[in-house]
Structures are given as structure tokens and as C-alpha cells.
């Protein structure tokens, strides 16, 4: 069974439809794999809601986990009842990102995860954490690894830095965990006195009310005694870009995930010139990046938040709730459930 998109408009989302499939071949470099889960991410949303160029009948979704049915010739890394997740970047295994790499985005540029079996390169997944269930595991091949480059490849947080994240999406709750994890100082913001008091309950140092306050870029500046955060996680874009690099230390940096405010009403360039912030667009990471962060998640012992699992047959509810903006972490989908 897969799910696929039509590229007509059902209100404020496109058009499912099912379609029986049978289970794809497998060729040599490809492993077979049973998919049983997977998780909305705000770029899934995009593609469904019309803001991104798709081609019709394009089966959705970035994150996948299920277990190997079948290997193809060539493959050693993988044996059949492995359990595995997928990668955003398939083409992407090590170094930097370059124009090659980034092709082939499942749910995007190819079909995706909405699918009973998918046949692909080996390469495009990795092993998921031990003790980990295939729920939990679907939420990381996007959301947790952007956060993970952000913080650790691309950032320099150590112990004692301090971080700040926006809102309580599924990547800001992951910034906040790993921040934790690596013994950072983390200055969290919400608008929601709720989610505010979960964001503390999960080991934010501080959380600054957006609404009330919306130049709280000073007030990141109050609370480090001037100096400022070592590393902003930045998914507003717009008008809150010009709070991040207020909030910016003086050769802190800014990794900038999305733009979800829109254009921009300030030019913060001036601000970022002379406090010699590093502003760095970021986007996932690599394969070798995503099996370190494994191996981090398992010595740590950190879990996924997740806000509520529907059934792979309610995907369209599930992009309802997703698009509502009410959730706190991750949103998944149990391909056994229904």
C-alpha cells in the first residue's frame, strides 16, 4: 500500500489517495525494508500544503523506520530483521554538502516513506538506536539530526554554553535535549505559558515569552550578564533573525534551520557585522553524521518527545494537527495501527 499526493487542493491541503503496490525488487546495493513508522516534519508540511513545487502522485514523507526484509547482492552492512532508518540526504554519506549531494529528498524530489515496502541503496539508512521502538526511531532522520548538526557539527557547544532555541517543534525540543545532554546552559522561547512550563520540565534553564516580550533578544542578553548565547538555533527567520543575533555573543553564531515568520521587517546585517556573528543556513547532515548521533543518543540515553502517534491511514489528520501548530515535539505515524 502506498499513499500518494494529488496536486489538487482539498482545502487547505492537497489531495490523498491510496493505491495497492506490491513489494518493490531489490537490485544489488539495495536493501528491502518493511516500513512501520514515520514523523511530520514542518518541510513535509510544504509539500503538502501546496508551498512546494511537486510532482503529482508524489508518495510523502522525509522519515522512515522499519526492519530489512531482503538484501540486495553486494550489501554486508545489513541482514534481513535488522531494524534501520532513513536518511534525508541519501546521497550524502561524509563530508561537506554540495550541489550532488543534496539531490534526491524522499517526499520531495522522490517518493518517500508513505509506503508499506520501499527498496533502496543501503547507504540511504542506517542502523537505529538500541532499545529504541520504530516509532521513536522516525523521528530522527530529519528533525533530530538538524539539530544534532547544528549543535555539534556545525556549532561548537560544549559544556557551559549557552544555547538558545525557538518554539517546541520537533527540532527546537531536540536542540534543547542534546544542548542539555552536552551540559549547556539553554535559554528556551514559547508563547504558551504551557508549553513554556514543559519546555522547563525538560531542562531549559530559562524560558522567555515571545509574545509578551518581543524583544527578547535583550532579555538573553540580561540573563548571560551581557556576554550573550554562544550558538542560536534560529528556525523564525523574519523578524526574529534580527532578535537572534541581538541575543548573539560577540563571535557567536546563528544557525538559521528555517524561515517560518516569513520576510524579514529588520535587516539585522548591521548587528551581525559588528558582533562578528556567524550566520550558517543548515539543512540535516550526513550519513556519518547521523550514525555518531546514534551512538550519542545510546550513551546518553536520550528519548524522542512525542505529541501524539495517529494511524498511517489518518495522514491527513495528522497534517491537520501538524498545521493547528498545538504540538509539542513530534508527530508520528504507526503504519500497524487502524
Known amino acids: 500500500m502506498k499513499i500518494r499526493v494529488s496536486t489538487q487542493m482539498d482545502g487547505d491541503l492537497y489531495r490523498f489517495y491510496q493505491e495497492e503496490a506490491d513489494k518493490p525488487a531489490v537490485s544489488p546495493g539495495e536493501i528491502l525494508v518493511r516500513i512501520d513508522a514515520s514523523s511530520l516534519n514542518y518541510h513535509d508540511l510544504a509539500v503538502v500544503d501546496g508551498r512546494r513545487k511537486i510532482p503529482d502522485g508524489l508518495v510523502p514523507l522525509n522519515d522512515g523506520a522499519g526492519t530489512v526484509e531482503a538484501v540486495g547482492e553486494g550489501v554486508t552492512e545489513f541482514a534481513v530483521g535488522d531494524r534501520v532508518m532513513s536518511r534525508f540526504f541519501p546521497r550524502w554519506i561524509a563530508g561537506?554538502?554540495?550541489?550532488?549531494?543534496?539531490?534526491?529528498?524522499?517526499g520531495d524530489q522522490v517518493d518517500g516513506f508513505a509506503a508499506g515496502h520501499v527498496a533502496r541503496a543501503a547507504t540511504a539508512f542506517t542502523r537505529i538506536p538500541q532499545g529504541y521502538s520504530l516509532i521513536e526511531a522516525a523521528t530522527l532522520p530529519c528533525a533530530a539530526?538538524?539539530?544534532?548538526?547544528?549543535?555539534?557539527?556545525?556549532?561548537?557547544?560544549?559544556?557551559?554554553?549557552?544555547?538558545?532555541?525557538?518554539?517546541?517543534?520537533?527540532?527546537?525540543?531536540?536542540a534543547l535535549q542534546f544542548a542539555k545532554a552536552a551540559g549547556a546552559i539553554v535559554i528556551a522561547t514559547s508563547s504558551s505559558e504551557t508549553k513554556m512550563a514543559r519546555l522547563g520540565e525538560l531542562g531549559a534553564d530559562h524560558v522567555l515569552n515571545y509574545r509578551e516580550n518581543p524583544a527578547w533578544g535583550r532579555q538573553v542578553l540580561k540573563l548571560t550578564d551581557g556576554r550573550g548565547a554562544d550558538l542560536v538555533v534560529e528556525v523564525g527567520g523574519g523578524d526574529t533573525l534580527m532578535q537572534s543575533a541581538i541575543a548573539a555573543r560577540v563571535g557567536g553564531q546563528i544557525a538559521l534551520i528555517g524561515?517560518?515568520?516569513?520576510?524579514?521587517?529588520?535587516?539585522?546585517t548591521r548587528m551581525l557585522l559588528s558582533r562578528n556573528v556567524t550566520l550558517s543556513g543548515l539543512s540535516v547532515?550526513?550519513?556519518?553524521?547521523?550514525?555518531?548521533?546514534?551512538?550519542a543518543i545510546e550513551a546518553t540515553?536520550?528519548?524522542?518527545?512525542?505529541?501524539?502517534?495517529?494511524p498511517l491511514g489518518e495522514l491527513r489528520e495528522a497534517f491537520l494537527h501538524q498545521k493547528a501548530g498545538r504540538h509539542f515535539g513530534k508527530i508520528c505515524l504507526d503504519y500497524r495501527a487502524g
Request: avoid cysteine.
Open 301 to 310: 540515553g536520550l528519548r524522542p518527545v512525542i505529541d501524539r502517534v495517529f
Open 285 to 295: 547532515a550526513n550519513r556519518d553524521d547521523q550514525m555518531e548521533m546514534v551512538r
Open 145 to 174: 539530526m538538524t539539530a544534532w548538526r547544528a549543535l555539534f557539527v556545525e556549532g561548537r557547544v560544549r559544556p557551559g554554553s549557552v544555547v538558545v532555541t525557538q518554539g517546541t517543534g520537533g527540532m527546537s525540543v531536540f
Open 259 to 268: 524561515a517560518l515568520d516569513g520576510a524579514m521587517s529588520e535587516n539585522p
Open 96 to 106: 561537506k554538502p554540495s550541489q550532488d549531494r543534496l539531490f534526491e529528498v524522499p
